[in-house]
């Protein structure tokens, strides 16, 4: 009973010393993470919305407003080129096959995608981690919100994008994420 007691306290001090050592290196990292994310961030906005210059987010009471109580659109942002608005970006969570994904997709003015990008996501090697390749992000660019989007393994029509080979679930939530924006930006947004 003793040897336990003694054992157990080592094992107290060992957890107790490594939760301090992890606990002053996040101190240490977290304004540096933060700002990597903020950067990152706005990359994205200039790559997915690049005919913007400047961008504003919405203030919380206008995305409420907009979103309603959908928890998938985390942030939305007007692109502006000087003084005109040109577009929007929208920041949209969705549950893929590994985890949420996390990406970015712009909508220009007259309503058609500019671009798309996957920031995060823990889909598998060699299949749904193939949504961050040019093939599938680029098969959403100039597609107009007026219909539906679907993936399809040979796009055709206007509304088809390439879907990704073995990554049924991730293919589905990244389309269904744009569809998503899609009603949103059609009810609320569109002039």
Known sequence: MNETIKLG??????TAAAALV?????MVTYERIAEADRLANERAKMEVLDMADS???????????????NTNIVEINEGY?????????????VNGYGDQITFMIGISKDGSITGIKILNHSETPGLGANATKSY??????????????VAVKSPQADNEVQA???????????????????EIYNSELAN
Request: hydrophobic share 40%; net charge negative; aromatic share 8%.
């Open 81 to 93: 080129k000087g003084s005109e608005l040109v577009g929007y970006t929208f920041n949209v969570k």
């Open 55 to 69: 961008f504003n987010p919405l203030d919380d009471s206008e995305l409420k407003e907009i979103i309603g109580d």
């Open 136 to 149: 599938f992000t680029n098969s959403f660019k100039g597609k107009t919100l007026s219909s539906e989007i």
């Open 22 to 26: 992890l606990g002053a290196s996040n």
């Open 164 to 182: 990704i080979t073995s990554a049924t679930i991730t293919t589905n939530a990244i389309v269904d994420g744009v569809n998503l924006v899609r």
């Open 9 to 14: 306290l080592i094992l107290f001090v060992i």
